[in-house]
Structures are given as structure tokens and as C-alpha cells.
């Protein structure tokens, strides 16, 4: 995964962070935060919901995990997923989500990119990138812009191949 925060969460994350007082995050100084945001999602599952033929997928705690800081100040969170049981290669459609369930955080896949495949994913393995946005109580449109009262669904059809996905928002 490689989820960009936006601007005021980026600002409040950092506060105090600052340990050699340059003026920038470095991976040193954001590792704590990084700790805490993959231990703390873990009872939202990561937002990541995953069926192989329809069967769904466990994972184990996230591995690789780092915060970082771009030039703007923007935070981004890197981990891995892994999961319990590692896929077969194989014709198995995978189908993976990534969105919040009770509506109170939004995604969106980045624009480029969204879903790119290992360079050594087996011959024939193809992905599809569908984005679904939906508001409360109302027929599935597109928001200007994200927020809590949208629930952007992210899916990701793919055969069991190396895939990372990246997340914008």
C-alpha cells in the first residue's frame, strides 16, 4: 500500500517530529508515526478487503512499513500487507477493495498507476481498476472532492499475480 495523507492531516501528524529542528521529516523521525498508524488500523482490517474466488483473504500484520514527507510537506504511508496463506499462481480471480466500511474516510486510487504488477507476475495475468464513489443514502455519483461522507470503493480484479496498489487521499 502507499497511502498519501492530505494537508491537515499531514500538518497535525508531524507536530513535535521534528527532532533535529531542520525543518524536515526524515524517515528517522516519521518511523514512530508510521508504527502507529499500521498498529492502529489493523482493527479496520487496513481498509483492505480481499476474495480469492469469492473466499476471503486473512493477512498478517503489515511488514515494510515507513512514513515520508515530500517537499510540500505531504505525508505518505508505505506498507505491505502480507497475507496468511501466499497465493498460488494460477487462473484464480482475485478481487481486492480498499474502502471504509461506516463512511468516515475516503479513497481514491492515485491516477496513474493505480495497480501495477511485479515484473516477474506470470504470463496472462491482467488487472482492471474500478472506482465506485457513493454518499449516504444517495445514488452512486462522483464527489468534487473526497470526504467523510463518501465511500470510495476501490476494486481491483486481477489473477493471482504480484500487484501493488497505490492510494491517493
Not at 72 to 101: M, Q
Not at 118 to 140: D, E, M, S, Y
Request: aromatic share 10%; glycine share 8%.
Amino acid at each position: 500500500h502507499r497511502w498519501s495523507f492530505d494537508e491537515m492531516y499531514s500538518a497535525s501528524a508531524v507536530l513535535g517530529l521534528d527532532k533535529n529542528g531542520d525543518g524536515k521529516y526524515d524517515r528517522t523521525e516519521l518511523q514512530e508515526l508510521a508504527k502507529i498508524n499500521v498498529e492502529s488500523l489493523k482493527e479496520f482490517d487496513y481498509f483492505t478487503f480481499v476474495q480469492i474466488e469469492g473466499v476471503p483473504l486473512v493477512f498478517v500484520d503489515p511488514v515494510d512499513y515507513f512514513v515520508e514527507a515530500d517537499d510540500a510537506g505531504l505525508l505518505t504511508l508505505h506498507f505491505t500487507l502480507p497475507a496468511k496463506t501466499p497465493l498460488k499462481h494460477g487462473s484464480l480471480k482475485v478481487d481486492v477493495s480498499i474502502y471504509d466500511p461506516s463512511f468516515f474516510i475516503a479513497f481514491s486510487f492515485a491516477e496513474t498507476s493505480p495497480v501495477t504488477l511485479a515484473a516477474n507476475a506470470p504470463k496472462g495475468c491482467a488487472v482492471a481498476v474500478k472506482t465506485h464513489a457513493l454518499r449516504f443514502g444517495a445514488a452512486i455519483g462522483t464527489p468534487t472532492k473526497p470526504h467523510g461522507a463518501h465511500r470510495l470503493v476501490g476494486t481491483a480484479a486481477a489473477r493471482a499475480c504480484h500487484a501493488r496498489h497505490r492510494h491517493a487521499g
